[in-house]
Structure formats: C-alpha cells, structure tokens
Nanobody
C-alpha cells in the first residue's frame, strides 16, 4: 500500500509556524483520503486535517480551524500541512495517514491502515 514519509516537524515558540510534508511512495487506488493525525503523550490519536486527493475536499478538527491549512500536490503524491499561530497545546507527534477512496469517517484513526513514522512538533510558551 506504499510508504508514507513525513518531514518538517520541529520546535517553535507559540505564535510561530511550521509546515509538514507527507509523500506517498506509490498509489494503488485512484484516490485517497490523506492527511494528518496527532497524538500527545497519554492522549488518543486525533484527526487534525485530511483532504480528498480526488476533489480536494478538506476536513479539520475544530481546534485547528482558521490556523492550519492542508493542501495536496497530486503530481508529487504529496500532502502538506501549513500550521500557523501554533499553541503549546498543538505539541504532539504528528502522523501522516491515508485510506482508500472516501473521507467518510475521516477523523477515526481505526479506519486507516497506511501510516507514516511520525514527526514531532513542539510548541513552547
């Protein structure tokens, strides 16, 4: 089902910005729901931002709306997450994920079988 390779994590002060990238090594299906989950220590993995590679529809957690923006480059099999106005509560391991075809249930981690290795985002106050 292909590898997902993330890049772009790091440490930043509150109010700063980071951009994450996730590149897929191969495609089996004609389209995917692809994007980002995050998991802080002791917390469940939560959906942050996902997009449909078929039509570009986007889905965001309420906590990041207006601050984060997801985009895609289908020619490069890559999805980007622009994170602005970062807050300490955004600190987590961020994982790229994708599932075939539909974005139904986009924020349910159990629906995804294709995951990246994760990239750490740390926001200091």
């Amino acid at each position: 089902q292909g590898q997902l390779v993330e890049s772009g994590g790091g440490s930043v002060q509150a109010g700063g910005s980071l951009r994450l990238s996730c590149a897929a090594s191969e495609d089996t299906y004609s389209s995917y729901c692809m994007g980002w989950f995050r998991q802080a220590p002791g917390e469940e993995r939560e959906g942050v931002a996902l997009t449909s590679t078929r039509d570009g529809s986007t889905y965001y957690a309420d906590s990041v709306k207006g601050r984060f923006s997801i985009s895609r480059d289908n020619a490069k099999n890559t999805v980007y997450l622009q994170m602005n106005s970062l807050k300490p509560e955004d600190t987590a391991m961020y994982y790229c994920a994708r599932k075939p075809l539909s974005c139904i249930g986009w924020d349910e981690a159990r629906r995804y079988s294709n995951w990246g290795q994760g990239t750490q985002v740390t926001v200091s106050s």
